[in-house]
């Protein structure tokens, strides 16, 4: 077997390369015995039976590892600027990064860790080994950081020491199935390494008693599932995306194939493994195979950090529910939108179903970003403010799963993947660092009669955008027409698959629905 050392850039030896396989140096040397090549000297230094071993160092073999991550995920994710951002600017909080499974989290933060960082080290909290030796550090140090580290790197991750030095970065993942280790982040803060956290199932945290992190010691992202932007750039077709008009100037051939990734998006949605698995075989239904496991998997999960039996049979009812809560014909109204859902999975499960664990299991659909919210502006008025009026699911691809397997109609699945899409899209604005619209999630808007599918109010300007969605082109929608002459909107936008342009509709304007959130303010 080829033997090769690993050492850090202080010249100490890390550990070692057995084959292709790194073993740190404290779990070489308990398992001395079981590699021959090895051998302990007096003064207890693992060294080779044969002389001097190849070598490189830590940072060379970081290098191995993204790249192997890389040929794994091929796709470049956004995210990664924001990483960045936060190891310059931020690092002195942790980083939390939260998004629904499979969307990433781990991927993304390994490839960072291992393109960024000289010692990496990998905590995974949902196994439970590795919980039990860091709850045990803990209390067992009585809360001496460093001690708790070091005792880690020794035990369970089989390292010779812990560097405490911004080189080094400790990466701890399913951060929600231990309360002690969660609360016990502003202590670790107290060292020089850097910390990342992430998980599935982040919900558990929010809606617990247990875990009781003060704000302001976490640097919050999310990952989503991938963007229309990050969908095209798996697709070779960002430059294309980047350099569309708005208003119909380019070459038809790119609205065209613009106008496929859309669609395909919308049947696929924007999880990686789904998208990866479309650019590998470009059969659809495999895809659709895999969205379906993703969310059995997830419900089988999720209900069981939930006690009662029925909990599984509420969230599937709840999806469901959700689907046709956004195919009513009056949404976001006075009504709330949790008893609508709460009325409906009574009348399709027949069980005694209160409106606290309906409430409780949307609360956990949409920390978990499986659904997310939407705000109204209740008569167009940017000042009165409703909270959570609507609800969407956060991936095309999931909601194309579930409309087919409800037997929704075409054209109202048409219309409805639209809004999700165009949701998603704006939701993203709404997320950015340095704030481009106001309040945290989109917002849609009812006066009287009229619907507004989405408002945006620019920070910079004030300005007013009012926006509606349509799956196909057609006639100006009345509620914009309304919304635009009674002044309660500056700028009147229909997002429809076109190549954009003017409407005939006063001063509104027509724009490819792709677009919405990548080209905004579309001037």
Not at 46 to 70: C, D, H, I, W
Not at 74 to 92: E, H, M, N, T
Not at 340 to 363: G, M, Y
Request: proline share 3%.
């Amino acid at each position: 077997m080829k033997i090769t050392r690993v050492r850090f850039s202080n010249g100490d030896t890390a550990g070692f390369l057995l084959g292709t396989e790194y073993v740190g140096y404290q779990a070489v040397l308990n398992e001395i015995s079981s590699i021959p090549e090895l051998t302990v000297n007096k003064q207890g230094v693992v060294r080779s039976v044969k002389g001097t071993l190849p070598e490189v160092t830590m940072r060379q073999y970081n290098s191995f590892r993204y790249s192997a991550l890389q040929r794994n995920a091929p796709l470049v994710r956004d995210i990664q600027g924001s990483f960045s951002a936060w190891q310059r600017k931020y690092s002195s909080m942790a980083l939390y990064l939260s998004g629904a499974r499979q969307v990433g989290k781990t991927t993304e933060l390994l490839k960072f860790a291992y393109n960024n960082y000289e010692q990496v080290l990998y905590v995974d909290l949902s196994q439970r080994g590795v919980r039990e030796a860091f709850e045990s550090a803990i209390n067992r140090t009585n809360s001496s950081a460093y001690l708790v580290m070091s005792s880690l790197c020794r035990g369970i991750l089989g390292e010779r020491y812990f560097w405490n030095a911004p080189s080094t970065i400790l990466l701890i993942d399913e951060i929600q199935e231990s309360p002690t280790v969660y609360n016990y982040i502003r202590k670790l803060l107290s060292l020089e390494c850097h910390l990342a956290v992430t998980g599935s199932y982040l919900g558990r945290v929010i809606m617990s008693k247990d875990f009781f992190l003060p704000a302001g010691s976490t640097y919050d992202l999310e990952l989503q599932p991938l963007s229309f932007k990050e969908f095209c750039r798996a697709f070779n077709a960002e430059n294309t995306l980047n350099k569309i008009d708005v208003f119909g100037k380019s070459d038809n051939d790119d609205y065209v194939a613009l106008t496929k990734l859309y669609e395909l998006q919308l049947r696929i949605g924007g999880y990686p493994a789904v998208v990866q698995a479309y650019k590998q075989t470009g059969d659809v239904d495999s895809c659709v195979r895999l969205i379906a496991n993703l969310l059995s998997r997830f419900t089988d999960e999720s209900s069981h950090y939930f006690v009662d039996d029925k909990s599984k049979l509420i969230f599937e009812n709840v999806y469901r529910a959700s689907v046709f809560e956004q195919l009513s014909e009056k949404k976001g109204t006075a009504k709330l939108m949790t008893d609508e859902i709460t009325n409906f999975v009574k009348q399709d499960t027949k069980l005694p179903v209160s409106r606290n664990e309906v409430n409780s299991a949307i609360s956990w659909l949409v920390y978990s970003r499986v659904l997310g919210y939407c705000d109204l502006y209740n008569n167009g008025d940017v000042s009165q403010l409703l909270q959570a009026r609507r609800l969407y699911f956060r991936d095309c691809g999931l909601l194309s799963y579930l409309v087919r397997l409800h037997g929704v109609d075409v054209a109202s699945a048409k219309g409805l993947l639209a809004e999700t899409f165009v949701y998603n899209e704006l939701y993203r604005l709404h997320k950015k660092a340095v704030p481009i619209v106001a309040n945290p999630v989109p917002c849609c808007s009812v006066k009287n009669q009229y619907e507004l599918d989405f408002l945006l109010v620019e920070c910079l300007t004030g300005r007013k955008f009012g926006i509606e969605v349509k799956s196909n082109k057609g006639t100006a929608p009345k509620s914009l027409s309304y919304y635009e002459e009674n002044g309660l909107i500056d700028v009147a936008v229909i997002a429809e698959r076109t190549r954009g342009g003017k409407s005939e509709n006063r001063n509104s304007i027509r724009i490819p629905i792709y677009t919405v959130a990548e080209k905004f303010p579309y001037i």
